[in-house]
């Protein structure tokens, strides 16, 4: 995306933010970190990932966090109006849902895991069950690569630290 679309995306969030976020008090929220984080929020979603959405909901004066967690399935439109489809099995039974993803209501998205997938719409999901209905998962071995060499680095680290300890004890020592 071009950088200018970045800008003028970020306008209209900040914007369109003010009105639809507001704090207890009720003043708008016009937060840049708020703000970057929304917009994150959308350019981390993918069509294929399994997500666990927070989605606030209002019974009587109550509300409280329901969980909904499922494959993405669709997405729809841009910036602000994006929405995701999201599907899931509840016992036996497959569930979908049309949630915005810049909606005041949805309190939280996290990817628990990228799917491996070569389609825009994954529509043919709703005929299948089981094992035919799972997406499998995308392995970024370059991700992976960067950890181990973190945690080897990190136990030759500590090996060394022991080693230089024990001679600074036999040191330390006195001979008798």
Same mark, same amino acid.
Request: no cysteine; aromatic share 6%.
């Given at each position: 995306?071009?950088?200018v679309? =970045?800008?003028?995306?970020?306008? =209209?969030? *900040? &914007?369109v933010?003010?009105?639809?976020f507001?704090? !207890?008090?009720? &003043?708008?929220?016009?937060?840049?970190?708020? %703000?970057?984080?929304?917009?994150?929020?959308?350019?981390a *979603?993918k %069509?294929?990932?399994?997500?666990k959405i927070?989605? #606030?909901?209002?019974?009587?004066?109550?509300?409280?966090? =329901?969980l909904?967690?499922?494959?993405?399935?669709?997405?729809?439109?841009?910036?602000?109006?994006?929405?995701?489809?999201?599907r899931?099995?509840s016992?036996g039974i497959?569930?979908?849902?049309? *949630?915005?993803?810049?909606?005041? &209501?949805? /309190?939280?998205?996290?990817?628990?895991k990228?799917?491996?997938?070569? @389609?825009? #719409?994954l529509?043919? *999901?709703?005929?299948?069950?089981?094992k035919?209905a799972?997406?499998k998962?995308? %392995?970024?071995?370059?991700?992976?690569?960067?950890?181990?060499?973190?945690?080897? #680095? /990190? @136990?030759?680290?500590?090996?060394?630290?022991?080693?230089?300890?024990?001679?600074?004890?036999? /040191?330390? !020592?006195?001979?008798?």
């Amino acid at each position: 995306m071009s950088l200018v679309l =970045q800008k003028i995306e970020k306008k =209209q969030i *900040l &914007n369109v933010f003010g009105r639809i976020f507001k704090d !207890a008090e009720g &003043n708008a929220l016009k937060d840049e970190k708020k %703000i970057n984080e929304f917009s994150d929020r959308a350019k981390a *979603l993918k %069509i294929g990932d399994l997500v666990k959405i927070s989605y #606030k909901i209002l019974e009587g004066k109550k509300e409280r966090i =329901q969980l909904f967690e499922g494959n993405i399935i669709a997405m729809k439109g841009k910036g602000l109006t994006r929405t995701i489809k999201v599907r899931k099995f509840s016992y036996g039974i497959g569930v979908e849902r049309t *949630l915005p993803v810049f909606s005041p &209501n949805v /309190a939280n998205i996290e990817v628990l895991k990228h799917g491996k997938v070569r @389609r825009a #719409k994954l529509y043919y *999901l709703r005929d299948r069950g089981g094992k035919s209905a799972i997406i499998k998962e995308k %392995i970024n071995f370059k991700k992976i690569e960067a950890a181990e060499k973190i945690k080897n #680095k /990190a @136990r030759k680290d500590k090996t060394e630290a022991a080693k230089t300890d024990a001679v600074s004890k036999e /040191a330390a !020592a006195p001979k008798a």
